[in-house]
Nanobody
């Protein structure tokens, strides 16, 4: 059974930092590309950061230069370091394993979604 358990969210002031963690089980973690998504109220879920099995990273323009994704294959865990947080970063953050890329696009494994972790940035 696959489990993805996100943690590390919270309430932070604008300009602050948080580090999210996603502990995984039931997947061959080291072989999977992984991603962090977020979903703000009333908005679609968006992919904000990806990391391949080899450690290559990519970011949405909205977080580039502020967020850093990393992975520890010995702990089957993926992280998201978030600096210089803005109120518009407020969302529930989820991790997931990724399929692809197909024509440059990654897709989440729909059966794997966890509960997510809430990040709230106050102005």
């Amino acid at each position: 059974q696959v489990q993805l358990v996100e943690s590390g969210g919270g309430l932070v002031q604008a300009g602050g930092s948080l580090r999210l963690s996603c502990a995984t089980s039931g997947i061959i973690f080291r072989m999977n590309a992984m991603g962090w998504y977020r979903q703000a109220p009333g908005k679609q879920r968006e992919l904000v950061a990806t990391i391949t099995s080899g450690g290559s990273t990519n970011y949405a323009d909205s977080v580039k230069g502020r967020f850093a994704i990393s992975r520890d294959n010995t702990k089957n865990t993926v992280y998201l370091r978030m600096n210089s947080l803005k109120p518009e970063d407020t969302a529930v953050y989820y991790c997931n394993a990724l399929r692809g890329p197909y024509s440059g696009t990654y897709y989440p494994v729909e059966d794997y979604w966890g509960q997510g972790t809430q990040v709230t940035v106050s102005s």
